[in-house]
């Protein structure tokens, strides 16, 4: 398997891990807070806004279709914006590997990219998690381990 597929896989993985959080979970997880300010669900979406502004500073043309997520959205919207929006990543990341492995506005290059977006988007997750457990409403076993399951995500 050539790097760039390498680098896309790893991406894609990732995000099947955020969509099996977030089908994981009831409404009511889904609303509730962190201990001090936003709900899960804007977990959620800031996920997706910074994969919007990497997107608007490293491939303005890869954008289009994709919009912010308001308000507080419900479930099946965060899910069809962090699969638009980790489709425009991977588009990003096979061409940044095809054109010499720069990322336009980020250094050091294409793998690191990767690596800061996923660090980033597991710093969340975490949050998520730690997050339903001071709510009393923590993920199951099962969940809290699938989340670690790469190899059949």
Not at 75 to 83: D, E
Not at 104 to 115: A, E, L, R, T, Y
Not at 124 to 145: C, M, N, W, Y
């Amino acid at each position: 398997m050539e790097l760039a597929e390498q680098l896309v896989d790893t991406w894609n993985i990732h995000n099947r891990i955020h969509l099996y959080l977030l089908d994981s979970l009831s409404s009511e997880q889904l609303a509730s807070p962190l201990a001090k300010g936003k709900a899960v669900s804007s977990q959620f979406s800031h996920i997706h806004q910074v994969r919007l502004m990497w997107l608007k500073a490293s491939a303005p043309d890869l954008l289009d279709g994709l919009e912010k997520i308001e308000g507080a959205p419900d479930g099946a919207t965060i899910s069809r914006s962090l699969i638009a929006s980790s489709e425009a990543i991977a588009k990003l990341i096979a061409s940044t590997v095809e054109s010499g492995g720069r990322v336009k506005n980020f250094k050091p290059h294409v793998s690191g990219f990767v690596g800061y977006l996923i660090s980033h988007e597991s710093h969340h997750r975490g949050q998520i998690e730690l997050a339903l457990r001071q709510a009393g409403l923590p993920l199951t076993d099962k969940v809290s381990f699938g989340l670690w399951e790469w190899g059949t995500r």
